[in-house]
């Protein structure tokens, strides 16, 4: 069952800037439960940890290859996690996914779970 929906993403130019979103696919599920991140996976290789934000939106943490351009956020009242990316990169052209983190470190992406299907984000040369 999906319960995250990732929505924003498309084609933009190199230097460009994105913003996609996360929300809460129903009323039941509610992302203030839980520290929220953002993950990505490019073709061909394993998913990679991009950035997560705690419950009150107080911390945030960064994967190294985007700190510095990317920013998480996060509205509680709209159940919802964005993630703004300046700029982009071709090598940030991935698959990017939401998900709630359910302990551990948040640099693994193997512990996140309730994954979005993701939203596809390409950057051109």
């Known amino acids: 069952q999906v319960q995250l929906v990732e929505a924003g993403g498309g084609l933009v130019q190199a230097g460009g800037a994105l913003r996609p979103s996360c929300a809460a696919s129903?009323?039941?599920?509610?992302?203030?439960?839980?520290?929220m991140g953002w993950l990505r996976q490019a073709p061909g290789k394993e998913r990679e940890f991009v950035a997560a934000i705690t419950r009150s939106g107080g911390t945030t943490y960064y994967g190294d290859s985007v700190k510095g351009r990317f920013t998480i956020s996060r509205d509680n009242a709209k159940n919802t996690v964005y993630l703004q990316r300046n700029s982009l990169k071709p090598e940030d052209t991935a698959v990017y996914y939401c998900?709630?983190?359910?302990?551990?470190?948040?640099?693994?992406?193997?512990?996140?779970?309730?994954w979005g299907q993701g939203t596809q984000v390409t950057v051109s040369s």
């Open positions: 998900a709630a983190h359910l302990g551990g470190t948040y640099y693994n992406p193997g512990n996140y779970g309730y």
């Open positions: 129903g009323r039941t599920f509610k992302t203030y439960n839980y520290p």
